[in-house]
């Protein structure tokens, strides 16, 4: 399952496909939504007070694959699908694809910025949507082959993509730079996963390990052996 997190509890969407409307029951005391296989289920302080299978209000998701879910700063939910972003405002979703600006139909990552800039990471890169316009970067920009799988901030506003198959990669507003194994000592080119500490570390998770970087992106250190377990003495 896929969940997405804010102060009113858990909100999911998920497991590998979702089927049925996407229409919130506006009877329900603190609603959580949940994915329940061939259909998606609302649960509420009663327990589950709907199977929700009947035609939307407004919006189906259909069958589409959910990839991500994030909620950003105002409480929408962002659903990355392989057919574009819907975002749920409480009331109804509405879907963006690249009709609209998406720069990729595939999404892989959703995160806000402090900002409030949402950025979306799919198969040919990553879209920004800030003042209610989505701007696509791609190859053309100076984002390598492969897209962008995950997305996070430092305390300059800069954004740190990571990359399956060249690294990783910052954007300070202006322009790409690429960090990767031959140049700047990353333990592996393909970055599954990026974290910034308070401290403007980047911690790097890649097929190959984990390289730290440091507020200047200049590696720390490489850890790239994991804990094992100790075999008994008999």
């Known amino acids: 399952h896929s969940c997405a997190l804010d102060d009113t509890g858990v909100r999911c969407w998920g497991g590998n496909s979702f089927f049925g409307a996407s229409d919130v029951p506006y009877d329900l005391v603190n609603p959580t939504l949940v994915?329940?296989?061939?259909?998606?289920?609302a649960l509420d302080d009663n327990g589950i007070r709907l199977l929700i299978n009947n035609s939307p209000k407004s919006f189906s998701l259909g069958i589409y694959q959910?990839?991500?879910t994030a909620v950003d700063n105002s409480g929408n939910i962002w659903v990355g699908t392989d057919f574009g972003v819907s975002v749920f405002d409480g009331a109804i979703f509405t879907t963006y694809t690249t009709?609209?600006?998406?720069g990729n139909d595939r999404i892989k990552y959703i995160s806000q910025a402090a900002n409030g800039d949402v950025w979306l990471g799919d198969y040919s890169g990553a879209t920004k949507y800030s003042s209610s316009t989505f701007t696509a970067y791609g190859t053309g920009d100076g984002l390598p082959f492969g897209g962008v799988d995950y997305i996070d901030f430092d305390s300059n506003g800069d954004v740190y993509l990571a990359n399956g198959l060249f690294g990783f990669i910052k954007y300070d507003g202006t322009g790409f730079?690429?960090?990767?194994?031959?140049n700047d000592g990353l333990v592996n080119n393909s970055v599954r996963s990026i974290t910034i500490d308070a401290?403007?570390?980047?911690?790097?998770?890649?097929?190959?390990?984990?390289?730290v970087f440091n507020s200047s992106n200049i590696l720390v250190t490489n850890h790239t052996i994991m804990v094992g377990i100790t075999p008994p003495d008999t």
């Open 66 to 68: 959910i990839i991500w």
């Open 35 to 41: 994915s329940a296989g061939s259909g998606t289920c």
């Open 199 to 211: 401290a403007d570390n980047k911690w790097v998770g890649t097929a190959g390990g984990i390289s």
């Open 177 to 182: 730079t690429t960090y990767d194994l031959a």
């Open 99 to 102: 009709a609209d600006g998406l």
